[in-house]
């Protein structure tokens, strides 16, 4: 199982990982970007490539 892991310190709530997300994994909630979705990841590391600051940590990527 895919397991993603944000770094709530790092992730400034832009929205690019919820923008580029072909399945809807993540959402923004209080703030901070939230995987939500994690079983329906396609495992195709576009959100780790567009996240500007560093924050999300995917364990197929």
């Known amino acids: 199982m895919v397991e993603i892991v944000i770094n709530k310190d790092k992730c400034d709530a832009c929205g690019e990982c919820v ?4 399945s809807g994994v993540y959402e923004i909630k209080d703030e901070k970007a939230e995987p939500i979705n994690i079983e329906d990841c396609v495992e195709c590391c576009a959100c780790i490539d567009v996240c500007p600051n560093g924050a999300i940590e995917h364990s197929s990527c």
């Open 19 to 22: 923008d580029v997300c072909p």
